[in-house]
């Protein structure tokens, strides 16, 4: 009996494999974009101590937002402050590195899965944490100088990680609301 033939990829029968995609181009605008907000928060950062860490505050919108300098020896929130918990600086760098690196394994295993918006999610909580680890690190605690009315006071670190998350999250939400692709 007749053995069966493949055919090739350009016979009419069959749809030719598309060409690898280059992700040179997506690599280099994730190191762009992480680079750059990492170093958009040191500068703010920097600037805030210079120019507001003698206790003056800047008023941008009357009531509503000032800069104010202001130093973070605990996490968000000052979620450890709150509940009672001791916060040794060695503790807090600890635990900022491990989320910093629990971000990067995640990041890695969906790399080549991950949309354009969870890679800049991604990109952004990275330079946000990155930011925060590389302060804890050298100063023992975060400089936080954005201060909105009934707000804690945060820094653009702050910003690029709940950016990040809310992008990651959207992306999540759209992905599992859009309809599965058939077999």
Same mark, same amino acid.
């Given at each position: 009996?007749?053995?069966?033939?493949?055919?090739?990829?350009?016979?009419?029968?069959?749809?030719?494999?598309?060409?690898?995609?280059?992700?040179?181009?997506?690599?280099?605008?994730?190191?762009?974009?992480?680079?750059?907000?990492?170093?958009?928060?040191?500068?703010?950062?920097?600037?805030?101590?210079?120019?507001?860490?003698?206790?003056?505050?800047?008023?941008?919108?009357?009531?509503?937002?000032?800069?104010?300098?202001?130093?973070?020896?605990?996490?968000?929130?000052?979620?450890?402050?709150?509940?009672?918990?001791?916060?040794?600086?060695?503790?807090?760098?600890?635990?900022?590195?491990?989320?910093?690196?629990?971000?990067?394994?995640?990041?890695?295993?969906?790399?080549?899965?991950?949309?354009?918006?969870?890679?800049?999610? *991604?990109?952004? +909580?990275?330079?946000?944490?990155?930011? $925060? #680890?590389? &302060?804890? @690190?050298?100063? !023992?605690? %975060?400089?936080? *100088?954005?201060? +909105?009315?009934?707000?804690?006071?945060? $820094? #653009?670190? &702050?910003? @690029?990680?709940? !950016?990040? %998350?809310?992008?990651?999250?959207?992306?999540?939400?759209?992905?599992?609301?859009?309809?599965?692709?058939?077999?």
């Amino acid at each position: 009996m007749g053995s069966m033939v493949e055919l090739p990829a350009s016979s009419p029968g069959r749809t030719p494999a598309p060409a690898p995609r280059s992700t040179l181009p997506l690599r280099l605008g994730i190191l762009l974009l992480t680079l750059s907000l990492f170093g958009c928060d040191h500068a703010t950062k920097l600037a805030a101590e210079q120019h507001l860490s003698n206790g003056r505050a800047l008023d941008i919108v009357s009531g509503v937002l000032e800069l104010r300098f202001t130093t973070n020896d605990d996490t968000a929130f000052s979620l450890f402050h709150n509940f009672g918990i001791p916060r040794p600086p060695i503790v807090l760098l600890t635990a900022s590195v491990l989320a910093l690196l629990a971000v990067v394994a995640m990041w890695i295993a969906m790399r080549k899965r991950a949309t354009y918006t969870q890679h800049a999610g *991604f990109a952004l +909580v990275l330079a946000g944490a990155l930011g $925060n #680890v590389v &302060d804890r @690190a050298m100063r !023992g605690s %975060v400089v936080d *100088f954005i201060h +909105v009315t009934h707000w804690p006071i945060f $820094n #653009v670190a &702050d910003i @690029a990680v709940v !950016g990040g %998350v809310c992008a990651l999250g959207l992306s999540a939400l759209i992905q599992r609301s859009a309809p599965a692709a058939p077999p």
